[in-house]
């Protein structure tokens, strides 16, 4: 078991990780409050989707999905602890969007890691 969270820190809109597509990313929601905020780049219009595939099997997970001017676009939350999230967006323009992941309350903590994983269709 591994406990660090490799994409930390990464608590806000500002320090949001640089991540790539059709790439798994792994991390955690660690300590009461966690909050991981990811930045993606997209080339052109299409269909965004996202995947969080695990959910740790104690917590429930939200993704939100935010543009670059950091106005929510979509979300999803885990059905009960450890549902895995899928949801697409269509987009009218390539560019940067960032992808925020949040237990479902300010106590959420797991030791097990997530995996997520964006898509441009
Ligand atoms: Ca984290
Ligand atoms: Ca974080």
New binding site residues.
């Given amino acids: 078991m591994d406990t660090f969270?490799s994409?930390?820190m990464?608590n806000s809109f500002a320090d949001a990780s640089i991540i790539s597509l059709n790439t798994d990313v792994r991390?955690?929601?660690?300590g009461g409050g966690?909050k991981?905020y990811f930045k993606f780049t997209t080339s052109k219009a299409g269909i965004i989707e996202i995947s969080v595939n695990p959910v740790p099997s104690d917590i429930r997970l939200t993704a939100r999905l935010y543009d670059a001017q950091q106005n929510h676009i979509n979300s999803r939350t885990s059905q009960e602890a450890g549902s895995s999230i899928f949801f697409s967006t269509t987009t009218d323009t390539g560019g940067v969007y960032y992808l925020k992941l949040e237990g479902e309350y300010s106590s959420s903590d797991s030791d097990e890691p997530y995996t997520v994983n964006v898509k441009l269709k």
């Fill in positions: 969270d994409y930390e990464n991390g955690k929601i660690e966690d991981d």
